[in-house]
């Protein structure tokens, strides 16, 4: 990992007291984020990581899977395991942009074979942890308790509790409160309605902001087609919208698959 100038893994293995370890055990794919990846984490995790050695642990390890995979031998969703127990890597796969994602990280720089494995290098920090399903993870998003309330109304909890894999697209608390108050309670009075326009924020399979393409079309649980809008700049962090909802804040990567934070309420 030195050599591809990942300076900041390499320094918090050692921190950790894992570098022997790896450096001693057995083959192994390691998926390696940039130092740049390590600078973006929030504030409140990087504070984490440095004053808790276990959750420095626990956050590397999740990017270890004992298993040796190079990039021609990947599937979509296949589910790697990790060296942190009862968590795994979702690699997924993406036509449209020939994309690879480890827990929606891009793999930048892949297959650098190594006498003890291979490294992935990948553009952000598997974080946070996959722990739950869709259904069971809502509940610690402060920012999602209408919607939590509203799947719970229309009974589509043990749908999200599925295996899937789903990707929601999950308007937060400030995206209902834009809906005109007449049209919020109407959907509250009526499932029917209710549960056809959380359907229309749902979409089989997983797919994170590194897997769409700009003018890409997502087939709904509704039907009904969601129109993505991507914009990658160079230098700058890429912007994604599906029709008018703007995907906003971290990925929470789940068990059977992810939820996006949106700004807007989808109306099919």
Known sequence: MRSLGLKTMVQ?????GFSSALEKGDPCTVFAPTDDAFSKLP?????????????????????????????????????????????????NIYPSTKAITANGCLVNNADNTAGKGVVHVVDQVLYPFPAGTINSEMPYIDELSVLRDAIEK???????????PFTLFAPTDAAFAKLPNATLQYLLQNVT??????NYHIV?????EAGLSDGESLTTLQKGKLNCHVNRTTGADTRVAVNNAKIIGLAFPTTNGLMHMVDNVLIP
């Open 204 to 208: 089989n399979d997983v797919y994170y």
């Open 193 to 198: 309605a209710l549960e056809r326009v959380l």
């Open 43 to 91: 504030a409140d995790v990087k504070k984490n990581m440095s004053d808790h050695k276990l959750f420095l642990l626990e956050v590397l390890l999740l990017h270890i899977s004992p298993v040796e995979v190079l990039s021609t031998n990947m599937t979509n969703n296949q589910v790697l395991v990790s060296l942190l127990e009862g968590f795994g890597i979702r690699l």
């Open 12 to 16: 918090l293995l050692e921190v950790s």
């Open 154 to 164: 229309a009974g589509l909890g043990p749908l999200l509790s599925g295996d899937g």
